[in-house]
């Protein structure tokens, strides 16, 4: 079973920055696609930003250029830093996980991920 535990949230000012980590725990295979989501209450989850092995990533347009997922080896731990926050970016943020290597174009779709953490807030205040 994998276990993701994100940290890194926190409140901040607009055009300041955070960076979210992720840790993932019980994953036997070769390598993870790995993705942060965002959701606001009252709406569905956002695909912010996903990460493959060989460094194959795929952002959200409205966090492009700001924000950057890494990965420091094929599994762990998983990155966004994100700079340059606006309001807007205030969300509780998720890590998600999912065995093999996924197509760059589903790495910003919630159901292309299996194994998702519990979520670190992050708030924007103007």
């Known amino acids: 079973q994998v276990q993701l535990v994100e940290s890194g949230g926190g409140s901040v000012q607009a055009g300041g920055s955070l960076r979210l980590s992720c840790e993932a725990s019980?994953?036997?295979?070769?390598?993870?696609?790995m993705g942060w989501f965002r959701q606001v209450p009252g709406k569905e989850h956002e695909g912010v930003a996903g990460i493959v092995k060989y460094g194959i990533s795929n952002y959200a347009d409205s966090v492009k250029g700001r924000f950057t997922i890494s990965l420091d080896n094929t599994k762990n731990p998983l990155y966004l830093q994100m700079n340059s926050l606006k309001p807007e970016d205030t969300a509780m943020y998720y890590c998600a996980a999912q065995g093999g290597v996924l197509r760059w174009w589903n790495l910003l779709r919630g159901p292309s991920f299996g194994y998702w953490g519990r979520g670190t807030q992050v708030t924007v205040s103007s």
């Open positions: 019980g994953y036997t295979g070769s390598s993870l696609s």
